[in-house]
């Protein structure tokens, strides 16, 4: 039983002396009691919007990665066994993916689970929505895709920065010197500025691979170095179905990329294995 305000009990009469009573200190105890409920309510609400954005972000990251392999939905939902339905709400955000589906979306996709999962944390980090990995365990390069456009070469950068950067230039040299060093630059200025950056990052111990995704800015990038005439001989891939490539006249089709990309390679091994 509550006391009333002119029943001040000898434990409370220093809050009585201050013009409180039992009755308004439980009054102001249910208050607080009211507030805590509705902090925890708040920071629930932030954690699931906070899950909700990395769900949608990482349904968003898988489609890219089908996508760059060339395969539609309904493809990659034979080769996982389940519905395209399925695959659909995945990439979506609105379906949650189990670890055993990851594996699988990995394998599909030819990553390893530890692949698949540094793609999804430098993609999320990239948007702040997980902290900048503190160690590069993979000792993975950042990727720059690389795009043929308006007869120049077309770069971005998307992975582990809290930015997406855009690159363009004549030739593939320049652009390669201007996305390295504008990440460069870019991560000096985080460093300046007191943002938390992993030393991995700060010191430089990273470096770049350059994804292409056509075979006219994959053409065009080697051409200094490689001719049509020595893709055809490796590669068989008709002289002038390469040149209409090189020019944009003609889509190649993934295994068409594939094939030309692993040519350039064999010739690139084939070249610093010479010795005098």
Same mark, same amino acid.
């Given at each position: 039983?509550?006391?009333?305000?002119?029943?001040?009990?000898?434990?409370?009469?220093?809050?009585?002396?201050?013009?409180?009573?039992?009755?308004?200190?439980?009054?102001?105890?249910?208050?607080?009691?009211?507030?805590?409920?509705?902090?925890?309510?708040?920071?629930?609400?932030?954690?699931?919007?906070?899950?909700?954005?990395?769900?949608?972000?990482?349904?968003?990251?898988?489609?890219?990665?089908?996508?760059?392999?060339?395969?539609?939905?309904?493809?990659?939902?034979? $080769?996982?066994?389940?519905?395209?339905? !399925?695959?659909?709400?995945?990439?979506?955000?609105?379906?949650?993916? %189990? /670890? @055993?589906?990851?594996?699988?979306?990995?394998?599909?996709?030819?990553?390893?689970?530890?692949?698949?999962?540094?793609?999804?944390?430098?993609?999320?980090?990239?948007?702040?929505?997980?902290?900048?990995?503190?160690?590069?365990?993979?000792? $993975?390069?950042?990727?720059?895709?690389? !795009?043929?456009?308006?007869?120049?070469?077309?770069?971005?950068?998307? %992975? /582990? @920065?809290?930015?997406?950067?855009?690159?363009?230039?004549?030739?593939?040299?320049?652009?390669?010197?201007?996305?390295?060093?504008?990440?460069?630059?870019?991560?000096?200025?985080?460093?300046?500025?007191?943002?938390?950056?992993?030393?991995?990052?700060?010191?430089?111990?990273?470096?770049?691979?350059?994804?292409?995704?056509?075979?006219?800015?994959?053409?065009?990038?080697?051409?200094?170095?490689?001719?049509?005439?020595?893709?055809?001989?490796?590669?068989?891939?008709?002289?002038?179905?390469?040149?209409?490539?090189?020019?944009?006249?003609?889509?190649?089709?993934?295994?068409?990329?594939?094939?030309?990309?692993?040519?350039?390679?064999?010739?690139?091994?084939?070249?610093?294995?010479?010795?005098?």
């Amino acid at each position: 039983m509550l006391a009333s305000e002119h029943q001040c009990p000898d434990t409370m009469r220093t809050f009585c002396g201050f013009g409180f009573t039992m009755l308004s200190i439980c009054r102001f105890l249910h208050i607080l009691r009211g507030f805590g409920n509705i902090f925890v309510t708040f920071a629930s609400d932030m954690s699931d919007a906070l899950n909700n954005k990395r769900w949608e972000q990482i349904g968003f990251l898988l489609q890219h990665e089908r996508n760059c392999q060339k395969l539609g939905q309904d493809v990659f939902a034979r $080769k996982m066994d389940t519905r395209q339905e !399925s695959i659909s709400r995945i990439e979506a955000g609105t379906r949650r993916i %189990d /670890i @055993l589906e990851l594996i699988e979306y990995a394998e599909v996709l030819g990553f390893s689970i530890t692949e698949i999962a540094w793609k999804i944390e430098t993609y999320l980090s990239a948007l702040r929505l997980l902290p900048l990995p503190k160690m590069n365990v993979l000792d $993975k390069k950042i990727r720059v895709e690389v !795009s043929w456009h308006e007869n120049s070469f077309s770069a971005s950068v998307a %992975d /582990i @920065l809290p930015e997406t950067f855009e690159f363009t230039a004549d030739k593939f040299a320049d652009l390669q010197i201007e996305v390295e060093e504008g990440i460069d630059s870019h991560i000096k200025r985080m460093v300046a500025n007191g943002d938390k950056v992993p030393w991995w990052l700060a010191k430089k111990k990273y470096e770049f691979e350059y994804k292409f995704f056509d075979a006219t800015s994959l053409l065009n990038a080697y051409s200094p170095y490689v001719t049509l005439a020595a893709i055809n001989r490796v590669t068989g891939i008709n002289q002038n179905l390469l040149s209409r490539y090189a020019k944009g006249q003609k889509n190649a089709s993934s295994t068409q990329l594939k094939r030309i990309a692993e040519a350039i390679q064999k010739i690139g091994r084939e070249l610093t294995a010479v010795v005098v």
